[in-house]
């Protein structure tokens, strides 16, 4: 595993790969759309957190990212801002659908990154939907589902839609992000989260985030992320 320097070399990742963005220390130098700049202003931060300064530059070149740091590192931001790139630069629009699932372990935590995501997202024109358990619109939910761009989700809300909603449609899928993953093994959504992951197209970028990288989530990694960088982020001694 991997321990960011203070600071590398220009173009030279910890880990030897290159990316024209390795150098950066704040949000400001990362090639970011204006939109996305904006909707980080809203935050008070400049600085990335070492989480988002060793994985932005491998996300933002389209590459899939194995990312282990612990809780309250700032996972949230190293995801959200790719989604949001990403979906950008393919010109993302309404009549596109489906381009990025976000899988989060419960409704809570599912909840408060559904919150980030408007905050960072506010000046892109990407709609997005919470899709948990427990609420009970489902029925107008399955007749929305398939004009939303972003999908934040619980497991097993998501496979719900995928079995009963006529027409679930995510066939363009861009990006997959499985936040908080040891935790989402954790409460049990392993068989869901495989059944979904067997029915997504293959053709996609994959950010899988966790806390602790156990012997499940290496499991989860190896099904899900091709050719991942691996970014373990420990505190300094
Ligand atoms: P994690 O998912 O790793 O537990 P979060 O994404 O929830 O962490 O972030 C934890 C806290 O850190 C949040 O309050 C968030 O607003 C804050 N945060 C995120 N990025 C930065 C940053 N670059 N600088 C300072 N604080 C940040
Ligand atoms: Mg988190």
Same mark, same amino acid.
């Given at each position: 595993?991997?321990?960011?320097?203070? #600071?590398?070399?220009?173009?030279?990742?910890?880990?030897?790969?290159?990316?024209?963005?390795?150098? *950066?220390?704040?949000?400001?130098?990362?090639?970011?759309?204006? #939109?996305?700049?904006?909707?980080? *202003?809203?935050?008070?931060?400049?600085?990335?957190?070492? /989480?988002?300064?060793?994985?932005?530059?491998?996300?933002?070149?389209?590459?899939?990212?194995?990312?282990?740091?612990?809780?309250?590192?700032?996972?949230?931001? *190293?995801?959200?801002?790719?989604?949001?790139?990403?979906?950008?630069?393919?010109?993302?629009?309404?009549?596109?659908?489906?381009?990025?699932?976000?899988?989060?372990?419960?409704?809570?935590?599912?909840?408060?990154?559904? &919150?980030?995501?408007?905050?960072?997202?506010?000046?892109?024109? $990407?709609?997005?939907?919470?899709?948990?358990?427990?609420?009970?619109?489902?029925?107008?939910?399955?007749?929305?589902?398939?004009?939303?761009?972003?999908?934040?989700?619980?497991?097993?809300?998501?496979?719900?839609?995928?079995?009963?909603?006529?027409? $679930?449609?995510?066939?363009?899928?861009?990006?997959?992000?499985?936040?908080?993953?040891?935790?989402?093994?954790?409460?049990?959504?392993?068989?869901?989260?495989?059944?979904? /992951?067997?029915?997504?197209?293959?053709?996609?970028?994959?950010?899988? $985030?966790?806390?602790?990288?156990?012997?499940?989530?290496?499991?989860? *990694?190896?099904?899900?992320?091709?050719?991942?960088?691996?970014?373990?982020?420990?505190? &300094?001694?």
């Amino acid at each position: 595993s991997l321990t960011p320097p203070k #600071k590398s070399p220009i173009g030279i990742l910890p880990d030897g790969s290159y990316s024209p963005y390795s150098g *950066a220390e704040k949000f400001s130098q990362l090639p970011l759309s204006k #939109k996305t700049k904006d909707g980080l *202003a809203g935050a008070s931060y400049s600085k990335m957190t070492d /989480i988002q300064r060793a994985s932005l530059p491998h996300s933002l070149c389209g590459r899939d990212i194995l990312g282990a740091a612990k809780t309250g590192s700032g996972k949230t931001m *190293a995801f959200v801002i790719p989604v949001l790139e990403k979906l950008y630069r393919a010109r993302w629009g309404p009549e596109d659908g489906v381009g990025c699932i976000i899988m989060s372990p419960t409704r809570e935590l599912a909840g408060q990154l559904f &919150e980030v995501l408007k905050s960072a997202g506010k000046y892109h024109g $990407f709609s997005a939907g919470l899709l948990i358990g427990g609420r009970k619109d489902v029925d107008t939910e399955k007749e929305r589902v398939n004009e939303l761009n972003i999908l934040v989700c619980t497991p097993g809300r998501l496979l719900q839609h995928m079995d009963e909603t006529p027409n $679930f449609e995510c066939s363009q899928l861009q990006v997959l992000v499985l936040d908080e993953a040891d935790r989402i093994l954790d409460v049990g959504f392993k068989k869901e989260l495989n059944a979904i /992951i067997s029915q997504l197209p293959k053709h996609r970028q994959t950010l899988l $985030f966790s806390a602790t990288q156990t012997k499940s989530v290496q499991d989860l *990694a190896r099904l899900s992320l091709k050719d991942p960088e691996y970014i373990s982020v420990h505190e &300094e001694s």
